[in-house]
C-alpha cells in the first residue's frame, strides 16, 4: 500500500468517527428547531462559538507538542504526562476563575449565571478529554478513537431525546430549568457535558501515561513549540467563530432581533461545516502522518500529492452541498415549517464553504513550519489572519450583516493561504501541481455558477434540480478519476 493510500485509510478510519459525529450534530442542529426559536439557535451558536476559543486556550498547543515530542524516541516516554500536566493546571485555573467572575461572564455574554457555570464544566470535561483522544492517535488506535467517539455521540444524543422528548411528558418534570431563568437551549449544553464526563471516564486508561512523569526540562521545550501553535489555534479560531460574538454586539437591532439574524448565519453555517469535518478526519490523519514522513528524502513529493487529491475531494464536497440546496430547503422545510425563514441566509453557504476548503489547502500548506519547527511563522500568518477577519467583521456586520462575516472569512483564508504560499516557497519550497489545482477549483466554480443559472431561468422542480446536481457531480467525480488514475499513487 502506497504512503497515499495509507493516510486515506487512516483518514478513513478517524473519519467514521469525526464525520459521523460532525454528521449527526449537522442533523441534530436542524432538528432541534422544532424545540427552540431562532434566538435560541442564536445563544447555540454564540456560545458553540466561545467554546472554539477556550478549547484551543485550555489546551494550549500541547496536542501537537505531543506529537512532535512522542516521535522523538528522547522524548517518547514522558510527553504525554508531561503535555497532560500542562493541560490539567491550566483548566483547573480556568474553572476557578469561571466561579470567581461568573457575575461579570454572565453580564458579558447576556446570559444566565447558570448557563456560564454549565458552560465552564462542559469545557472542563472535553479539554480533559483532547489528550488521551491524541495518544490514541499517536500509537495508531484508530478503531479505539472511533469507538469512543460514537459512544460520545450516542450518549449525547440520548440525553437530547430524554429532555426535548421523554421529560416534557412526565407532568411535572420539563419546565424546571424556567425557574432558573435558563431557555430551552440549556438542555443542549447539559446534554454535551454528561457525555463528556462519560467519555472521559471511559478515556481512564490512556492516563495510565501520567506515571510515566512530568519532565520539567522536556516541558520547557514543549511549551516553547506549543505557544505559538496555541496562537495559531487562538487567531483560527477568530477567523472561523469570532463573527458569531461579534454579530451580537454589532447588529444594528435589540438582543432578541440580533439574536434572530444570528441563529439564521449559525444555522447556514452548519452546512459549511460538512468542509470542516472532512478536515477534520483529514487532519487527525495527516498530523501524525506528516510527522513520521518528515524523516524520509521523498516527503516533498508526499505533501504535494496529498494537496492535490485533498483539494479534488474538497470541491466534491463542495459541489455536493451547495448543488443540493434546493433538495435541503424542501426537505427541512417538510419536517419543520419554520425552517424556511432559517433559509433566507442561504447564500452564505457557497461563501463559508469556499472558505473552508481555503481552510484546508492552508492547513496542506501550514506542514512545512511544524515538521521544522518554525511554529512562530504559523502564528505571524494567524495573527495576520485575525487581523483580516475583526476588521472586516468591524467595518461589514453593521451595513450588510452576517453577508459581511462570510465574506470576511474566505477573504481572511484566501490571503492566508497566498501569504503561506509565498513563505513556504522560500523556506520549504515545494512543487505542487498547480495547473490541476486551479483547474479542479474553477471546474467546481463554474459547475455551481452554470447549474444555479438552470435552477433560475429554467424553474426546474427539486427532482430535476436534484438530477441535474447528480449529474454535474458524477461528472466532476468521473473527469477527476480519470485524469489521476493515469497516475500511480
Request: net charge positive; proline share 3%.
Amino acid at each position: 500500500m502506497s504512503l497515499i493510500r495509507k493516510l486515506a485509510s487512516d483518514t478513513a478510519a478517524y473519519g467514521i468517527s469525526s464525520i459521523l459525529a460532525r454528521l449527526i450534530n449537522f442533523f441534530f442542529g436542524f432538528l432541534i428547531i422544532k424545540y427552540i426559536s431562532p434566538a435560541e439557535y442564536g445563544v447555540y451558536g454564540k456560545f458553540y462559538a466561545y467554546a472554539g476559543f477556550f478549547l484551543v486556550l485550555l489546551t494550549h498547543g500541547m496536542e501537537t507538542a505531543f506529537f512532535r515530542h512522542y516521535n522523538k524516541e528522547e522524548y517518547k516516554e514522558k510527553a504525554f504526562a508531561t503535555a497532560f500536566a500542562s493541560i490539567f493546571i491550566i483548566t483547573l485555573f480556568y474553572v476557578v476563575f469561571s466561579y470567581v467572575f461568573s457575575a461579570n461572564l454572565s453580564a458579558f455574554v447576556e446570559e444566565p449565571k447558570g448557563f456560564v457555570l454549565l458552560f465552564t464544566w462542559m469545557m472542563v470535561f472535553d479539554v480533559l478529554g483532547a489528550l488521551p483522544f491524541a495518544s490514541l492517535r499517536a500509537t495508531h488506535r484508530p478503531i479505539r478513537f472511533a469507538a469512543l467517539k460514537i459512544i460520545n455521540i450516542i450518549i449525547f444524543i440520548s440525553f437530547n431525546i430524554f429532555f426535548f422528548i421523554i421529560l416534557p411528558r412526565i407532568p411535572g418534570s420539563g419546565n424546571w430549568h424556567l425557574d432558573f431563568g435558563l431557555p430551552n437551549v440549556v438542555f443542549v449544553f447539559l446534554s454535551n457535558l454528561l457525555a463528556s464526563a462519560a467519555t472521559l471516564i471511559l478515556l481512564l486508561p490512556q492516563l495510565k501515561l501520567i506515571k510515566k512523569g512530568f519532565d520539567a526540562e522536556l516541558y520547557k521545550r514543549m511549551l516553547r513549540y506549543a505557544l505559538p501553535i496555541m496562537i495559531v489555534g487562538f487567531a483560527g479560531m477568530i477567523n472561523e467563530m469570532l463573527d458569531r460574538a461579534m454579530m451580537t454586539k454589532l447588529l444594528p437591532g435589540t438582543k432578541e432581533e440580533n439574536d434572530i439574524q444570528l441563529g439564521i448565519y449559525s444555522f447556514n453555517y452548519k452546512f459549511s461545516m460538512l468542509m470542516t469535518l472532512f478536515l477534520q478526519a483529514y487532519r487527525y490523519a495527516a498530523e501524525p502522518f506528516f510527522f513520521a514522513q518528515a524523516k524520509h528524502e521523498d516527503s516533498k513529493k508526499v505533501y504535494a500529492d496529498t494537496m492535490k487529491y485533498f483539494i479534488i475531494c474538497g470541491c466534491v464536497i463542495f459541489l455536493l452541498i451547495t448543488l443540493n440546496i434546493p433538495l435541503l430547503q424542501f426537505m427541512l422545510t417538510k419536517y419543520s415549517p419554520s425552517a424556511k425563514h432559517y433559509f433566507e441566509g442561504a447564500k452564505v453557504i457557497p461563501i463559508l464553504l469556499m472558505a473552508n476548503l481555503c481552510l484546508g489547502i492552508y492547513f496542506n500548506i501550514s506542514t512545512w513550519y511544524k515538521i521544522t519547527d518554525k511554529t512562530h511563522i504559523g502564528a505571524m500568518v494567524s495573527i495576520f489572519g485575525a487581523i483580516i477577519t475583526l476588521i472586516l467583521n468591524y467595518l461589514w456586520i453593521p451595513v450588510i450583516g452576517y453577508m459581511g462575516s462570510a465574506w470576511a472569512t474566505l477573504i481572511c483564508y484566501f490571503l492566508m493561504v497566498i501569504v503561506g504560499y509565498i513563505l513556504e516557497m522560500k523556506f520549504y519550497p515545494i512543487r505542487y501541481d498547480l495547473s490541476r489545482i486551479f483547474f479542479y477549483i474553477f471546474t467546481a466554480l463554474i459547475l455551481f455558477f452554470l447549474t444555479n443559472y438552470l435552477y433560475t431561468f429554467y424553474g426546474f422542480s427539486v427532482i430535476a434540480e436534484t438530477l441535474v446536481s447528480a449529474l454535474a457531480i458524477i461528472s466532476f467525480i468521473s473527469f477527476a478519476y480519470f485524469k489521476e488514475s493515469r497516475k500511480k499513487i
